[in-house]
Each structure stands twice: as structure tokens, then as C-alpha cells.
């Protein structure tokens, strides 16, 4: 198949000067001296029918725009295999000319303005802040439950108010403090020999003489694996235990039931209540212990 040869170019412009022709004049010239339809520009071109036609019709606004325009006339000139310029120069004369929009700075609309902040609004925000944080340091220093380090905070009078048994320091309560094995108790009348002896062989001569609370009433008596804090109240609601007890110590209290204790490091203690160990694992939270024993 022989391949389409170009017509010689004529050494004049086919317009005169004065006539100055349309951007779709040029076109059409340019694309029908090759004898190719709009069909066939638009195929090479790869664009729609009607915008090879809307270009050669002069018809921009039907087109997306004058950068996309400005290509399609290069693209166009390719396959015409013409310059490009006299085709832009054309394109220049023929669309519509938009006036210049005025740009207004927007600067101009914004007041600045050098006032301070009004008080009110630092102190609106220490309250916020206040609203916020309090609430939660209260909870933190309320629900503190570790064990204290010394047990040298003077004991509750009657009718203060319950301090907090991780923050307190403990002191000895009330009940009658005797030494395991020590004569009769003058003031109940039973021997101290009598309370059951929990003392592992293990525990050091130093501690064997830790004191056993006594008394009369239901029996309660713990052994201590490690150093632990207790407080015991009775069925009147008055403690009648709290202390600081030392790793491989005893304690025997007796009172009427039931009784409310709270057990610090209560991992590493054991209880016997009337003769039966009492479990402490379900009631322990945060190494805490709070439970009543009937």
C-alpha cells in the first residue's frame, strides 16, 4: 500500500495577509490538503468527533479549556505535520479574551487586634483543670492500698473518723495483750496456755515472743509468711486489732463475730477461724484482703 505523499507547500500562505484566517480555517486547510476527514484526525488524536469539529468550528467554549485547547492544536499540527506557531497565533486572535478578575487581598477584611486575654478565661480554665484532675487524685489517695512501712501513728480515739488503713501508720488496740504461754489472765479468767499454739519451728527466737491478743468470745488466729498489715472490728463496729505484724509471727484475737477484717499483703497470710483456715484468695484485690467472718 503506497503511503499518502504530502502536497509540495506552496511558497505563499494560502491567505493573504489581510485576511487573517480563523484558527478553523488553517485546520480545515491544513487537514484536507492530507484528504483526511475530521473522522480521521480525531482517531489519530484520540479525541471525540465533536471536538475536532468544535476546534475547527472555532466553537472554544464547547472545549474543557485553554491549556487543554493549546494541546490539541500542537497534537493537531503533528499529524498535519506543520508548524505549530502560526496555528497558536490564530488560536490567540479567535478566543474570547475573559477581563482580568480583580483579586481582593484578604488581609484587608481581617482585623488584628493586640488586646490580652481577660482574666476570666485563665481562671475558667484552672477550674476546668481542677474539675478534671481532682476528682482523681482523691480516688488515687483514697483507694491507696499498700502496706505501710511503720507502724508508729498514735491509736484512733473513740468516735474519730476511720483513716485509711494503706496511708495510716497502725498502733496497738485495746484488747489485752499477753505473752503466748503466760499465766492465767485475771480478767477473763482463761489461760493463755490454753489458746492453740501456731508457732512454726521455723520462726526465728527473736520473734517467738510476739505478743497474742486474747480475750473472750470466737478465736481467730493468724500466721504471717511475710510482713502484713490487719485490722479487725467486732460486731459493735470497734477495732479491736491493728497492727503491723512481722514475717513469722502469730497473732491469737478473740471478740464476738462477726468479724470485719481488711488484710494488707494478704498473700502471705494464713487464717484460722474457730479451727478452720479460712481462704483469702477470692477476696483479695490489689494485694488487699476485705471480707467477713461470721
Known sequence: MNEAQ??????????????????????????????????????????????????EANRFEALPGNTFVRGFIRNYAKVVQLDAAAFLDAYERCRPQSPPREIVAAAERIEFTNKPTPKWVWYAAAVA???????????????????????????????????????????????????????????????????????????????????????????????????????????????IFSRLNRAGSEQVVRGTPPFALVVGNAAQVRITYNGKPVDLAPYIRVNVARLTLE
Open 129 to 239: 483543670v481542677l474539675a478534671v484532675t481532682l476528682p482523681l487524685l482523691m480516688y488515687f489517695a483514697l483507694h491507696d492500698e499498700s502496706i505501710p512501712a511503720k507502724p508508729h501513728a498514735p491509736a484512733r480515739t473513740a468516735g474519730s473518723v476511720l483513716p485509711n488503713p494503706a496511708q495510716t501508720p497502725l498502733a496497738l488496740p485495746a484488747p489485752q495483750i499477753v505473752p503466748q504461754g503466760a499465766g492465767p489472765n485475771p480478767a477473763s479468767g482463761v489461760a493463755a496456755s490454753a489458746a492453740p499454739d501456731m508457732r512454726s519451728t521455723a520462726v526465728p527466737s527473736a520473734l517467738e515472743a510476739t505478743p497474742l491478743a486474747a480475750g473472750d468470745g470466737a478465736a481467730l488466729s493468724m500466721r504471717f509468711d511475710g510482713d502484713a498489715w490487719v485490722e479487725i472490728r467486732d460486731q459493735s463496729g470497734k477495732k
Open 6 to 55: 504530502p502536497p509540495e507547500t506552496p511558497a505563499e500562505p494560502p491567505y493573504p495577509e489581510a485576511a487573517q484566517p480563523t484558527l478553523g480555517e488553517l485546520l480545515v486547510a491544513a487537514r484536507e490538503r492530507w484528504n483526511l476527514s475530521a473522522a480521521d484526525v480525531a482517531r489519530q488524536l484520540r479525541l471525540g468527533l465533536r471536538q475536532v469539529e468544535s476546534l
